[in-house]
């Protein structure tokens, strides 16, 4: 026996993870800031309740830290902590770091960032220098591959 719209009453497709694709958002950023951030605070983290909140907050109130350079000059105000509502020195530390490797060398767009990441020799390097950064494990610098659209070809403006 059919029913009509059984399709409609069948579970939503999983993936390995269990994670239903279908309501997934977007993970990738064209903003430097927002690549950083995310990846610093994903650790550890439910990332529709914390961590994204955060990043559009940090997009929303500098959008001009899509730079590297625009980055650092925000970050050069001490207000980062109140932007994105987190006050623990530590993750704050890490953002600092990471920023400090990309500036060391020379990526300053996130098409720079992706360019760096699709060429070996440059991958190698970049990942050696932000793997030296204090919690940055191989998997945050696979996610970083996938918040600058490396992975995937591309990125989306949020």
Partial sequence: MTIDNDDTNLPAQLDSHGVDESTEVSRSWNHIGAIIVDATLQRRQNYHATVRPRVVALVEAWPDAATTSGFRQHLDTGT????????????????????????????????????????????????????????????????????????????VDE
């Fill in 80 to 155: 980062l902590s109140e932007v994105i509502s987190w006050p623990s020195p530590g993750r704050l530390a890490q953002v600092e770091d990471m920023t400090r490797v990309l500036e060391s060398q020379g990526i300053e767009t996130v098409a720079e960032l992706r360019g760096a990441l699709g060429d070996l020799a440059s991958r190698t390097v970049l990942r050696e220098a932000l793997g030296a950064v204090r919690h940055v494990s191989p998997k945050t610098l696979d996610y970083i591959d996938t918040l600058s659209g490396a992975s995937t070809g591309g990125t």
